[in-house]
């Protein structure tokens, strides 16, 4: 059995408003393994950025805090270290692909300075100025940028090549762990799958463990080793690629997911959406927190929250799969 390189127990985050206070995450606990990914998928508002925000300490300092909770890194407590700690892991050893490659990189400093200021924030006693020259070369070629074009800047590059840039940040340091919230996002389809490709590329060549945030249960299938499903702030349904894609038994939940998913082998074309929203983090519904949503509601299920139903590596947090099952008519 594979060691596990990131654990995050019993994790609770809220975020102070003007409205009130919204709980973001909820006693989430996640388990990433050494040189394997998982995938975290959900609706937007689930809580999965948090939870990557979290791992690194990156929580708007006057709204957000983390309120309990652990986040081992190599058996090392995160929420424990020191803020000098922390920079020393950023960029290192664990570092973030975030969503929006427009705003993510500075726009008045040129990409190549962008990518040598992580080398030589971690590297600097190591390296001479030529050093991070020639790795700043090698980091844009590997993601597929020529090595002469480091000296422009974020907007003289397409949406894609954008991304591309953001990733060669990513990698700078050749990180242990890699966070990827939603690195697609906002690219077009092509550019999507040549983003994937070679982000799958660059883990196997520098044995990365990956965590992946996606709304595309297509890019989990291809890229995850494991996946876990979020839902107002819970994890509700996690395991293998396997136990969720080819189990019998899925949360309501998951089930609307894979429903929303184009089939072109399905007879019937029209896809079947969730109906309803996601609740309001800051009043969220008693017991189950899909249960205003679920057809399959259980008058248990409007008081009591759901148990952490078990089989082997297929965890699901559901009462139907407890016990009582008192079907509502």
């Given at each position: 059995?594979?060691e596990?390189?990131l654990?995050i127990k019993?994790?609770?985050?809220?975020?102070?408003?003007?409205?009130?206070?919204?709980?973001?995450v909820?006693?989430?606990?996640?388990s990433?393994?050494?040189g394997?990914?998982?995938?975290?998928?959900?609706?937007?508002?689930?809580?999965?950025?948090?939870?990557?925000?979290?791992?690194l300490?990156?929580?708007?300092?006057?709204?957000?805090?983390?309120?309990?909770?652990?986040?081992l890194?190599?058996?090392?407590?995160?929420l424990?270290?020191?803020?000098?700690?922390?920079?020393?892991i950023?960029?290192?050893?664990?570092?973030?692909?975030f969503q929006d490659?427009?705003?993510s990189?500075?726009?008045?400093?040129p990409v190549?300075?962008q990518?040598?200021?992580?080398?030589?924030?971690?590297?600097?006693?190591?390296?001479g100025?030529?050093?991070?020259?020639?790795?700043?070369?090698e980091?844009?070629?590997?993601?597929?940028?020529?090595s002469s074009?480091?000296?422009?800047?974020?907007?003289q590059?397409?949406?894609g090549?954008?991304q591309r840039?953001g990733?060669?940040?990513?990698l700078a340091?050749?990180?242990?762990l890699?966070?990827a919230d939603?690195?697609?996002?906002?690219?077009d389809?092509?550019?999507q799958?040549q983003?994937?490709?070679?982000?799958?590329d660059?883990k196997?060549?520098?044995?990365?463990?990956?965590v992946?945030?996606?709304?595309?249960?297509?890019?989990?299938?291809?890229?995850c080793?494991?996946?876990?499903?979020?839902?107002?702030?819970e994890?509700?349904e996690?395991?293998?690629v396997d136990?969720?894609?080819?189990?019998?038994k899925?949360?309501?939940?998951?089930?609307?997911?894979?429903?929303?998913?184009?089939?072109?082998?399905?007879?019937e074309?029209r896809?079947?959406?969730?109906?309803g929203l996601m609740?309001d983090?800051?009043?969220?519904?008693?017991?189950?927190?899909?249960?205003?949503?679920?057809?399959?509601?259980?008058?248990?299920?409007?008081?009591?929250?759901?148990?952490?139903?078990?089989?082997?590596t297929?965890?699901?947090?559901?009462?139907?799969?407890?016990?009582?099952?008192?079907?509502?008519?």
């Amino acid at each position: 059995m594979k060691e596990s390189m990131l654990e995050i127990k019993d994790l609770h985050v809220v975020y102070r408003t003007e409205a009130g206070e919204v709980k973001a995450v909820n006693d989430v606990a996640l388990s990433v393994k050494k040189g394997d990914v998982l995938g975290i998928v959900g609706e937007t508002g689930a809580g999965k950025s948090t939870t990557a925000l979290s791992v690194l300490r990156l929580l708007p300092e006057r709204t957000g805090k983390i309120t309990r909770g652990r986040i081992l890194f190599d058996g090392e407590d995160l929420l424990t270290m020191t803020e000098a700690d922390m920079r020393a892991i950023r960029g290192e050893r664990i570092s973030m692909i975030f969503q929006d490659p427009m705003t993510s990189l500075n726009p008045v400093i040129p990409v190549g300075k962008q990518i040598a200021e992580a080398i030589r924030l971690h590297q600097a006693d190591s390296k001479g100025q030529e050093s991070v020259e020639k790795r700043v070369d090698e980091i844009l070629e590997l993601v597929g940028i020529p090595s002469s074009r480091k000296n422009e800047y974020p907007h003289q590059f397409s949406g894609g090549m954008k991304q591309r840039v953001g990733i060669s940040v990513a990698l700078a340091c050749e990180p242990e762990l890699l966070i990827a919230d939603e690195p697609t996002t906002a690219l077009d389809v092509t550019i999507q799958a040549q983003v994937l490709s070679m982000m799958q590329d660059l883990k196997q060549k520098l044995d990365m463990s990956m965590v992946l945030i996606t709304h595309d249960l297509g890019v989990v299938a291809e890229m995850c080793d494991d996946v876990a499903v979020m839902y107002a702030g819970e994890i509700i349904e996690s395991g293998t690629v396997d136990d969720l894609f080819l189990s019998e038994k899925r949360h309501p939940y998951t089930e609307g997911l894979f429903g929303s998913i184009p089939d072109i082998d399905r007879e019937e074309r029209r896809l079947h959406p969730i109906d309803g929203l996601m609740p309001d983090p800051v009043d969220l519904p008693e017991g189950c927190k899909f249960h205003p949503r679920c057809t399959r509601c259980m008058e248990i299920c409007r008081t009591e929250k759901p148990p952490q139903n078990a089989d082997g590596t297929h965890m699901i947090r559901c009462h139907l799969f407890s016990e009582e099952k008192e079907m509502i008519k």
